[in-house]
Structures are given as C-alpha cells and as structure tokens.
C-alpha cells in the first residue's frame, strides 16, 4: 500500500498563492504516476493535474492550466502543487492520489491511493 498526506492547504485571497505537499510513504513512491484533484461541495471529484513516475510528462484540466504547477521529488518522496493567481472557483478540498502506471491519467477511478485531502479556501 502506500500513504499519502496532503498539507498547505488554508485561506488565501483571489489572486494570491499556495503550495500544496503530499507526503508518500509505503510503497516505492517513484513506481507510481500522480495526481491532484480537488473536490468541491456539491460537486463531484474532479482531475486538477497529473505527473507520470519521473516527472517528466505533465497535464492539467483547462480550468488551472498557466495558473498550477505539478511537481514530484522522488528522492523525498514527496510530489506538489504551486497554485498562483487563485481564484474564488477555485476553493475545494484538494487530494493527491497514486496509481501504479508510467503515465497519469485523469481519472479518479483509476487511482488506486487517496490522501485524506487538504482545504483550500479563496476568498474573492
């Protein structure tokens, strides 16, 4: 199995930014491709970006796309998310997942690992 724990999450005003971490521990980190989603009230989950096992093949649902940076440290075992220039749309519980393939891909049924999720709130 592995264990993912989300962190960074909090209250930020439209326009500004955070960094969110999650933090794997188990199994071997850099054996899986990752993902962000973000889930918010009323609404279903939903693909934020992806990161294949190295790092270095990257996408992002249009909606965060020029705004959102994935990220992954295998040597940490630790993937991020840099969000600038947030907006109100944007405040959900964010998650990272973990599914065992090269490449990431956006659906939530296809992640086999869930982070308990972090809020991220943006007051407009």
């Known amino acids: 199995q592995v264990q993912l724990v989300e962190s960074g999450g909090g209250l930020v005003q439209a326009g500004g930014s955070l960094k969110l971490s999650c933090a794997a521990s188990?199994?071997?980190?850099?054996?899986?491709?990752m993902g962000w989603f973000r889930q918010a009230p009323g609404s279903e989950r939903e693909f934020v970006a992806g990161?294949?096992?190295?790092?270095?093949?990257?996408f992002y649902a249009d909606s965060v796309k020029g705004r959102f940076t994935i990220s992954r440290d295998n040597s940490k075992n630790t993937m991020y998310l840099q969000m600038n220039n947030l907006k109100a749309e944007d405040t959900a519980v964010y998650y990272c997942?973990?599914?065992?393939?090269?490449?990431?891909?956006?659906?939530?049924?296809?992640?086999?690992?869930w982070g308990q999720g972090t809020q991220v709130t943006v007051s407009s």
């Open positions: 990161i294949d096992m190295k790092g270095l093949n990257r």
């Open positions: 188990g199994r071997t980190f850099s054996n899986y491709a």
């Open positions: 997942a973990a599914q065992p393939a090269y490449y990431a891909s956006s659906g939530v049924s296809d992640y086999d690992y």
